[in-house]
C-alpha cells in the first residue's frame, strides 16, 4: 500500500470560486452581493482507498462467490469517519503532487498504519457487511483542497467552504436566509399576479386566512381589500 503524499488536482480557481459564492448568496440566501471576498486555500487529510465487497453462498460441497461490487471511498483523518458525500464528488477527480502556495493545513490526527486498521471496520460498517468479505486496495493519504471565502454579510463575517476539486458549497446550512423586506414581498406579489393561476392561489389562500380570523366580519377590513383589489387591477392593467 503506498502512504506517499498527494492532494486531489485543484480545478476550481479564485475567481471561480468568488463567483460560486456570490451566486449562492444572492439565489439561494437572498443577500445581495457580497462587495469583498477573501478566498484561501485550506487542505484537508483524507484517506482515500479502493474497496471490494463480495458475498458467499455454500452449496453441497463448497462455498462459492455470490455477488461483488466494487467502490471507492475516503476516510476523514481528522474525525475517522467516512465521508461518502466527498466519495461520490471525487471519485474520478484527479491526484497530484502540486500543492498552492500559501495555503493552510488541517491537522491530521491519525497515522497511516492506525488507518489500516480502521478502513476495514469503518467501510464494512457502512456497507453492514463482515471484515472477512471486504479487500482494502490503493490506501493512501490524499488531500482535499477547500476554499475558504470570508464575506461579509451586513456586519457579520460568514466562510463559505467551496470544494476546490467540484465548486460545491461544503457548509450551506451554516450560511443564514435573509429575510426579505416588506417592499420586496409586495414587489414579488404584485408580479406574480400577472399570472391568472396566481390569482387563484392567493384568492383562495387570503379566503382561507380571513375565515379563520373572522375578519370578514369588519367593515373597514372589507373596505381595504376592495381598494387593494382595484389598485392591483390599475397597476396590472396595459
Same mark, same amino acid.
Given at each position: 500500500?503506498?502512504?506517499?503524499?498527494? /492532494?486531489?488536482?485543484l480545478?476550481?480557481?479564485?475567481?471561480?470560486?468568488?463567483?460560486? +459564492?456570490?451566486?449562492?448568496?444572492?439565489?439561494?440566501?437572498?443577500?445581495?452581493?457580497?462587495?469583498?471576498?477573501v478566498?484561501?486555500?485550506?487542505?484537508?487529510?483524507? *484517506?482515500? *482507498?479502493?474497496?471490494? *465487497? *463480495?458475498?458467499? @453462498?455454500? /452449496?453441497?460441497?463448497?462455498?462459492?462467490?455470490?455477488?461483488?461490487?466494487r467502490?471507492?471511498?475516503?476516510?476523514?483523518?481528522?474525525?475517522?469517519?467516512?465521508?461518502?458525500e466527498?466519495?461520490? @464528488?471525487?471519485?474520478?477527480?484527479?491526484?497530484?503532487?502540486?500543492?498552492?502556495?500559501n495555503?493552510?493545513?488541517?491537522?491530521? @490526527?491519525? /497515522?497511516? &498504519?492506525?488507518a489500516?486498521?480502521?478502513?476495514?471496520?469503518?467501510?464494512?460498517?457502512?456497507?453492514?457487511?463482515?471484515?472477512?468479505?471486504?479487500?482494502?486496495?490503493?490506501?493512501?493519504? +490524499?488531500?482535499?483542497?477547500?476554499? @475558504? +471565502?470570508?464575506?461579509?454579510?451586513?456586519?457579520?463575517?460568514?466562510?463559505?467552504?467551496?470544494?476546490?476539486?467540484?465548486?460545491?458549497?461544503?457548509?450551506?446550512?451554516?450560511?443564514? &436566509?435573509?429575510?426579505?423586506?416588506?417592499? &420586496?414581498?409586495?414587489?414579488?406579489?404584485?408580479?406574480?399576479?400577472?399570472?391568472?393561476?396566481?390569482?387563484?392561489?392567493?384568492?383562495?389562500?387570503?379566503?382561507?386566512?380571513?375565515?379563520?380570523?373572522?375578519?370578514?366580519?369588519?367593515?373597514?377590513?372589507?373596505?381595504?381589500?376592495?381598494?387593494?383589489?382595484?389598485?392591483?387591477?390599475?397597476?396590472?392593467?396595459?
Amino acid at each position: 500500500m503506498n502512504s506517499g503524499k498527494s /492532494t486531489f488536482a485543484l480545478s476550481v480557481k479564485e475567481e471561480n470560486a468568488k463567483k460560486l +459564492v456570490a451566486e449562492f448568496l444572492t439565489r439561494e440566501r437572498n443577500w445581495p452581493e457580497p462587495k469583498k471576498v477573501v478566498p484561501k486555500i485550506f487542505y484537508y487529510p483524507y *484517506f482515500s *482507498f479502493y474497496y471490494d *465487497f *463480495f458475498t458467499e @453462498h455454500k /452449496t453441497d460441497s463448497e462455498k462459492k462467490i455470490g455477488k461483488t461490487k466494487r467502490g471507492k471511498l475516503v476516510l476523514n483523518a481528522t474525525t475517522g469517519e467516512i465521508n461518502r458525500e466527498a466519495s461520490k @464528488h471525487i471519485e474520478n477527480q484527479e491526484i497530484t503532487g502540486e500543492f498552492e502556495k500559501n495555503s493552510e493545513f488541517q491537522p491530521i @490526527h491519525m /497515522t497511516f &498504519e492506525e488507518a489500516e486498521k480502521i478502513v476495514p471496520i469503518k467501510t464494512a460498517e457502512l456497507l453492514e457487511t463482515h471484515t472477512e468479505n471486504l479487500i482494502i486496495t490503493q490506501l493512501k493519504e +490524499v488531500w482535499l483542497p477547500v476554499w @475558504h +471565502v470570508a464575506a461579509n454579510l451586513e456586519g457579520t463575517e460568514y466562510t463559505v467552504k467551496v470544494s476546490a476539486t467540484t465548486g460545491i458549497i461544503l457548509n450551506p446550512n451554516d450560511l443564514p &436566509e435573509r429575510k426579505k423586506g416588506v417592499g &420586496e414581498l409586495a414587489e414579488e406579489t404584485i408580479y406574480e399576479l400577472r399570472s391568472p393561476s396566481a390569482w387563484a392561489k392567493y384568492s383562495v389562500g387570503t379566503g382561507k386566512t380571513i375565515a379563520k380570523s373572522r375578519l370578514w366580519k369588519n367593515k373597514w377590513f372589507l373596505i381595504a381589500i376592495l381598494i387593494a383589489i382595484i389598485i392591483a387591477i390599475v397597476v396590472l392593467l396595459p
